[in-house]
């Protein structure tokens, strides 16, 4: 059930307490691909994770905006702060939690969500409101998940399965010649970059013309399968 699509009393009259809540960024990915990716993205498989599972569960609107400062020099990117993100998920849990929905899995999009959710659902999970987990779906895709970039293969290939509308394909060449291999600058195992445009022209970390439909079906489905599997383990798992 989409949460943005039930009447207060098709809630009211559903037996689950399993919730997801995809979680994104609006910020830029170069050229070719829309500042909404992160989000579409993870729309995209909370919902098809939804699908999958067997059971009911709630899918709560996604929230568009995240941890996303190291993208401030391209333009239209939003942010906010990692202590108002984290509020904000937090609350967005416990409401949820409070009308029965004390199991949410966060369905994440964005790198830079990561350290942050995963401290939310720590928190919101001891505190004993709610029990939540974080899941990012790029990292559920097997071995394409070491070619994770920005706006590279694997973001672009899934907008191209799922909204190729939105890539601007006349201007994929264009954001290969401007695209840095890498994610930073490191030395010593440590990133002297803060923020993107430090290390790619354009925004762009790896190369978007290998992120063909065909790839984006395959990582839909097993970033969805993955999804659905876990939601079934939070299903399963006892609450302390």
């Known amino acids: 059930m989409r949460l943005s699509e039930a009447t207060w009393t098709d809630v009211s009259d559903l037996d689950t307490d ?25 729309e995209t ?34 942010w906010v702060s990692p202590d108002t993100f984290r509020a904000y998920v937090r609350e967005t849990i416990e409401s949820l939690a409070s009308h029965g929905f ?13 350290e942050a959710l995963a401290e939310v659902c720590r928190r919101v999970s001891r505190s004993g409101e709610a029990y939540s987990v974080a899941f990012t779906w790029f990292d559920a895709v097997g071995e394409h998940s070491s070619k994770m970039g920005h706006g ?4 672009t290939a899934l907008l191209r399965h799922t909204h190729s509308e939105l890539v601007r394909e006349d201007r994929i060449e264009e954001a290969q010649k401007g ?10 195992g440590v990133n002297l970059a803060h923020d993107s445009d ?12 290998e992120g063909d439909s065909a790839l984006g079906a395959e990582l839909e489905t097993r970033a969805t399968e993955a999804l659905a599997s876990l939601i079934g383990a939070v299903e399963d798992r006892p609450r302390v």
Do not use: C, K, M
């Not at 500042?35 to 993870?42: E, F, Q, S, V």
């Not at 695209?179 to 010593?188: F, L, P, S, T």
């Open 102 to 114: 004390d199991r949410v899995v966060v369905v994440n999009g964005h790198g830079g969500n990561v």
């Open 198 to 209: 430090e290390f790619a022209e354009n925004g762009v970390v790896g190369d978007p013309g």
């Open 152 to 155: 590279g293969p694997l973001e």
């Open 18 to 42: 399993l919730a997801l809540l995809p979680v994104g960024s609006t910020e830029q990915h170069g050229p070719h691909a829309p500042l909404g990716t992160d989000a579409l993205n993870a």
């Open 179 to 188: 695209a840095a291999d890498r994610w930073g600058e490191w030395v010593a």
């Open 45 to 78: 498989i909370a919902e098809g994770g939804a699908d999958a599972y067997d059971g009911d569960v709630v899918v709560a609107p996604t929230i568009p905006v995240g941890v996303a400062e190291e993208h401030r020099n391209f333009a239209g990117t939003l």
